[in-house]
């Protein structure tokens, strides 16, 4: 499936009557996974309550030991920072970055805004070289818009 295939699966999920935001979220991830062949590692993180750190949630991919991460710290740190798309093509090129595993390649982070404060990100790993492009941000943009409206 592309982008544009993907979309209206995308609606569909977030527009469900039954299952808990979690659920959803989860559905997201596998359905990303599943149909993106360089997507290997899908998961959302948001704010931890008052802290400056983000807590991880819903994830489909290898298990992770970094389940809270401290604003500032890794890609996704930054991007809680920066409220900034971030776009990583070669992780081992970044010095702020948390390894989370020695296959990963790359990376990309896009924000979740609700009433335009950022709550979270979702989060994908890639085991292939510079993979991304503006495509996948624009289609990330749409998949955190559906997201932030079930929030």
Known sequence: M??????PEIEKITQKTE??????LLSIC????????????VGFYF???DKNELKLGPYVGEPTDHTIIPFGKGI???VAVSNKNF???????????IACSIT????IVI??????????????DSNTPDPFTEADERFLEFVCEQVASIL
Do not use: M, S
């Open 47 to 49: 704010k931890n309550g």
């Open 30 to 41: 596998t359905l990303l996974e599943k149909h993106i062949p360089y997507y290997n590692w």
């Open 111 to 124: 924000p979740i805004f609700v009433n335009g404060e950022n709550i979270g990100q979702i989060d994908i």
């Open 87 to 97: 776009v990583v093509p070669d992780v081992a090129a970044q010095d702020n970055y």
């Open 76 to 78: 996704c740190g930054q």
């Open 2 to 7: 592309n982008f544009e295939q993907l979309k």
């Open 104 to 107: 990963v390649k790359a990376e």
């Open 19 to 24: 299952g808990t935001v979690n659920d959803k």
